[in-house]
């Protein structure tokens, strides 16, 4: 998606070999006109999936889920990577490793708003190892829900997760590919 490309050479920051800064419009600072475009893409690339649900991990997949929610008309679910005082019982769950965090969170979803019944599409903002994505369609597997598919805001491709993911049959569209970052600046594949 050249307009999301656009924004992140404008805005984005290289932080070393692995880490793309774009806290000011996607993951502190939101730019919502951006992500009503990001969640129109995804609404128009998985139109024809039937999805009943997304679903994202917090917090910084939410804002690009909601959006593409909106746009198909269904609601999101988001895993917590806490549980609450309200969030005791009766979830799925999976292990998830945060390589820019460098922590392990257990993700959760309540029972209640996950079942067989879905058709999932997952949606999150960043995809490099596949740690997140594997976890949420762990947590589908453990409902018995349908995975439509895996949209991605900004794909490190560099890194394993696309090649991970469609060893598993996932149909992942991502609306940035990284190829690489050189000298401080950001490669795309061109497609």
Known sequence: MKLLEERILKDGIV?????????????????????????DEFARYFADKKITKILTVETSGIVPAVFTGLALGVKVVFARKQKSLTM?????SATVYSFTKDVTNEITISKQYLDE?????IIDDFLANGQATNGLMEICNQAGAEIAGVGIVIEKSFQK???????????????????????????????
Not at 15 to 39: A, E, S, T, W
Not at 88 to 92: G, H, I, R
Not at 166 to 190: C, H, P, W
Request: net charge negative.
């Open 15 to 39: 932080l070393g070999d692995n880490v793309l800064k774009v806290d000011n419009f996607l993951n502190h600072q939101i730019d919502p006109v951006l992500m009503q475009q990001l969640g």
């Open 88 to 92: 005791k019982d009766n979830l799925y």
């Open 117 to 121: 019944n879905d058709t999932v599409l």
């Open 161 to 191: 997760g696309r090649k991970i993911l469609e060893e598993q049959g996932m149909d992942v569209y991502s609306l940035a590919r990284i190829k690489a970052f050189e000298n401080g600046t950001v490669q795309f594949i061109e497609e």
